[in-house]
């Protein structure tokens, strides 16, 4: 075992052997020099912890080449600081790569979506994944979760002031995702423990009238699919902007006029049928043939709202902005004196839901029958009256979206400018 000061001559003077050679510096115990039987040099640090009955440790420092004999001491003198303060480098190293690779933020992300938010977090795991996948990993990026600090969290959430809602959603995502990492073990205590929420967006009382319900239904054709279809199902449906994108065939029965959502897609966590009005029948006809079937019969898997064929359609922000100057092109094109600054007031996808439960209030529609059509758990249906309460409104469900549909193809025509309105 050689012993010497470890200088660039000494390690280029080392001779090649059948088994590994190794060269200890004579001013710092543990620095030395491993030469490989392949000519591999490699500087190294070796030491016990807890005396010299312990096991001896060796950690790597460097290939020589990549590092100098004179940075090799540098950084054995740091470990063996680190060793005297009876720390132990090799665990710091585990530790320090650990955060780098399995605690790296986005990749956790992930796996949290997979494994959690898709199983636990019922009716709301989409909207969780992707506000976590464009708002929180774009800035995290692959922190580590232990260096994760409160004001970054601070910066995602004023990024986002403008938009209260998504805002205070975002905040709910990352909060159960630390809490997680946390009950884990893979994180100590999470950097939003005391971090107030962020404010309750105004609650929206936002209903588009029969004009507005108009354009929008004749702008939308100029999105093309599979936009132009997802906003006039949402409008025909009532359903939620999540429910409708994740549509599947299996979901949907041509001969039983019927759509089924499954508790695990319903944001209440209970299955929901909504009955298919024909205007609703129609319109997957036209969908099954563009995907290459026959019109009347519909595939029994696959996405029925995607561009790609083997995910749900996304882009919901990119499509509303093109959606909204359409509709201003439609207004100024048909000089629609109903709108005093020639465009739409500002709305929201989620608005046309609550247009279709204020419309089959308008049409007569039983209170407890539109709260089945929306799959909503308050009023007649929650609590002790929910519990005995069983009926099913299937039959009323059918014929209030039934209602629905003439009423909208009524206000549609009403205009009597279609002809202009889809070119």
Known sequence: MAQGHITKRAVDALQVGATPQFLWDNEIKGFGLKLT???????????????RASKVQRHTIGAHGAWTPDQARKEAKR?????????????IKREKRHAAIDLAFSAYAERFIAEYLASEWKGG?????????????????????????????????????????????????LRRLLRWAVSRGDLPQSPMSEMEPPPAPVSRDRVLDDVELTVVWH????????????????????????????????????????????????KNGIAHDVPLSAQVIEILDAISKQQGNKRDVWPS??????ASGDKPARGFSVAKTRLNRFCTQMIK??????????????????DLRRTCATGLQRLGVRFEVTE????????????????????????????????????????????????????
């Open 125 to 173: 795991h989409e909207l969780a994944a992707g506000l976590l996948r464009r708002e929180a990993m774009p800035v995290l990026k692959d922190r580590p979760l232990t260096e994760i600090r409160r004001s970054d969290i601070s910066t995602i959430m004023d990024r986002m002031a403008d938009r209260p809602a998504s805002r205070r959603n975002a905040f709910a995502a």
């Open 301 to 306: 898997s696959g996405y029925i709202i995607t």
């Open 372 to 423: 089945a059509v929306l799959n909503h758990l308050s009023g007649t249906r929650s609590g002790i009256a929910g519990v005995y309460q069983r009926h099913t409104w299937s039959e009323e469900k059918h014929a209030a979206l039934t209602a629905w549909s003439s009423h909208v193809t009524s206000a549609v025509n009403k205009l009597g400018r279609e002809d202009k309105l889809d070119k």
């Open 333 to 350: 094109q048909l000089e629609l004196t109903e709108f005093d600054k020639g465009e739409l007031p500002s709305w929201r996808f989620h």
């Open 37 to 51: 039987p392949s000519g591999g040099r490699t500087y190294i640090f070796q030491y016990r912890m807890g005396g």
């Open 219 to 266: 702008a939308a054709n100029k999105l093309g699919y599979p936009f132009s279809s997802f906003v006039r199902l949402l409008i025909l449906t009532g359903q939620r902007r999540e429910e409708v994108a994740g549509m599947t065939w299996a979901e949907v029965k041509r001969a039983d006029g019927r759509w089924t959502i499954p508790a695990q897609r319903s």
């Open 79 to 91: 470990l063996s600081h680190i060793v005297d303060r009876g720390e132990d480098p090799g665990f």
